[in-house]
Protein backbone atom coordinates (compact mmCIF):
# COMPACT_ATOMS: atom_id res chain seq x y z
CA UNK A 1 0.00 0.00 0.00
CA UNK A 2 1.28 3.57 -0.90
CA UNK A 3 2.03 6.23 1.50
CA UNK A 4 -0.93 8.21 0.19
CA UNK A 5 -3.33 5.19 0.21
CA UNK A 6 -2.52 4.25 3.88
CA UNK A 7 -2.84 7.84 4.91
CA UNK A 8 -6.28 7.55 3.54
CA UNK A 9 -7.20 4.31 5.43
CA UNK A 10 -6.38 5.49 8.38
CA UNK A 11 -8.04 9.25 8.10
CA UNK A 12 -11.32 6.81 7.04
CA UNK A 13 -10.89 4.89 9.92
CA UNK A 14 -10.75 7.92 12.62
CA UNK A 15 -14.02 9.45 10.44
CA UNK A 16 -11.94 11.98 9.64
CA UNK A 17 -12.26 14.56 6.58
CA UNK A 18 -9.51 15.63 4.70
CA UNK A 19 -10.37 19.35 5.94
CA UNK A 20 -10.29 17.98 10.11
CA UNK A 21 -7.00 16.33 9.30
CA UNK A 22 -5.82 19.32 7.88
CA UNK A 23 -6.90 21.60 10.67
CA UNK A 24 -5.16 19.04 13.11
CA UNK A 25 -1.77 19.02 11.14
CA UNK A 26 -2.20 22.58 10.72
CA UNK A 27 -2.21 22.24 7.12
CA UNK A 28 -4.41 23.01 3.91
CA UNK A 29 -7.01 20.34 2.47
CA UNK A 30 -5.31 20.44 -0.71
CA UNK A 31 -2.02 19.28 1.04
CA UNK A 32 -3.91 16.32 2.30
CA UNK A 33 -5.49 15.89 -1.37
CA UNK A 34 -2.44 15.64 -2.94
CA UNK A 35 -0.63 13.64 -0.08
CA UNK A 36 -3.36 10.90 -0.37
CA UNK A 37 -3.60 11.29 -4.31
CA UNK A 38 0.77 10.27 -3.77
CA UNK A 39 1.00 13.40 -5.86
CA UNK A 40 3.14 15.04 -3.17
CA UNK A 41 4.87 13.88 0.36
CA UNK A 42 5.20 15.07 3.54
CA UNK A 43 8.75 16.38 4.80
CA UNK A 44 9.81 14.09 7.76
CA UNK A 45 8.77 16.41 10.67
CA UNK A 46 5.07 16.12 8.93
CA UNK A 47 5.67 12.32 8.78
CA UNK A 48 6.60 12.29 12.59
CA UNK A 49 3.73 14.64 13.32
CA UNK A 50 1.45 12.01 11.35
CA UNK A 51 2.75 9.08 12.88
CA UNK A 52 1.98 10.63 16.46
CA UNK A 53 -1.57 11.47 16.00
CA UNK A 54 -2.17 7.83 14.81
CA UNK A 55 -0.32 6.10 17.38
CA UNK A 56 2.20 4.75 14.96
CA UNK A 57 5.73 4.00 14.54
CA UNK A 58 7.66 4.92 11.19
CA UNK A 59 7.58 1.38 10.41
CA UNK A 60 3.79 0.29 10.95
CA UNK A 61 2.99 3.85 8.82
CA UNK A 62 5.20 3.00 5.70
CA UNK A 63 5.75 -0.14 5.72
CA UNK A 64 1.76 -1.05 6.69
CA UNK A 65 2.70 -2.99 9.45
CA UNK A 66 -0.03 -4.09 11.67
CA UNK A 67 -0.67 -1.42 14.72
CA UNK A 68 0.46 -3.28 18.05
CA UNK A 69 -2.09 -2.75 20.81
CA UNK A 70 -0.90 -2.04 24.25
CA UNK A 71 -1.69 -4.54 26.47
CA UNK A 72 -2.49 -3.71 30.14
CA UNK A 73 -2.90 -7.30 31.25
CA UNK A 74 0.46 -7.72 32.49
CA UNK A 75 0.82 -4.71 34.57
CA UNK A 76 -2.78 -5.77 35.95
CA UNK A 77 -1.26 -9.07 36.36
CA UNK A 78 1.72 -7.35 38.79
CA UNK A 79 -0.52 -5.53 40.60
CA UNK A 80 -2.32 -8.94 41.59
CA UNK A 81 0.53 -10.69 42.49
CA UNK A 82 2.06 -7.73 44.46
CA UNK A 83 -1.26 -7.32 46.68
CA UNK A 84 -0.80 -11.11 46.99
CA UNK A 85 2.08 -11.16 48.67
CA UNK A 86 1.31 -7.95 51.13
CA UNK A 87 -1.57 -10.28 52.07
CA UNK A 88 1.03 -12.95 52.94
CA UNK A 89 2.54 -10.69 55.60
CA UNK A 90 -1.44 -10.24 57.40
CA UNK A 91 -2.31 -14.35 57.03
CA UNK A 92 -1.20 -16.15 60.28
CA UNK A 93 2.26 -18.10 60.08
CA UNK A 94 1.53 -20.33 63.05
CA UNK A 95 2.67 -24.09 62.01
CA UNK A 96 1.08 -25.54 65.37
CA UNK A 97 -1.80 -26.80 63.56
CA UNK A 98 0.58 -29.18 61.04
CA UNK A 99 2.60 -30.72 63.95
CA UNK A 100 1.83 -34.22 62.26
CA UNK A 101 3.43 -33.31 58.54
CA UNK A 102 6.56 -33.66 57.32
CA UNK A 103 6.02 -30.29 55.13
CA UNK A 104 4.30 -27.26 56.35
CA UNK A 105 3.02 -24.92 54.50
CA UNK A 106 0.99 -22.08 56.27
CA UNK A 107 -1.35 -19.32 54.79
CA UNK A 108 0.86 -16.56 54.66
CA UNK A 109 4.29 -18.90 52.79
CA UNK A 110 1.14 -20.57 50.50
CA UNK A 111 0.20 -16.74 49.41
CA UNK A 112 3.98 -15.73 49.49
CA UNK A 113 4.97 -18.80 46.99
CA UNK A 114 1.84 -17.92 44.64
CA UNK A 115 2.72 -13.98 44.67
CA UNK A 116 6.63 -14.32 43.85
CA UNK A 117 6.10 -17.12 41.39
CA UNK A 118 3.35 -15.29 39.43
CA UNK A 119 4.94 -12.14 39.79
CA UNK A 120 8.22 -13.69 38.51
CA UNK A 121 6.41 -15.43 35.48
CA UNK A 122 4.62 -11.99 34.55
CA UNK A 123 7.86 -10.61 34.60
CA UNK A 124 9.31 -13.17 32.08
CA UNK A 125 6.54 -13.16 29.85
CA UNK A 126 6.15 -9.49 29.83
CA UNK A 127 9.70 -8.81 28.85
CA UNK A 128 9.54 -11.54 26.19
CA UNK A 129 6.44 -10.43 24.28
CA UNK A 130 8.52 -7.01 24.69
CA UNK A 131 11.63 -7.95 22.64
CA UNK A 132 9.46 -9.50 19.73
Not at 11 to 37: C, D, F, M, P
Not at 65 to 82: M, T
Amino acid sequence: MKFGERLQTLRKEKNLSQEELARILNVSRQTISRWESSLSSPDLEMLEKICQYFHMTYDEFLQNKPIQKKSYLPYIFIILFIIIIFLSFLLPNSTEDFTGSAIVMTPAGFCLLIGVTGLLLTLILSYRNHRK
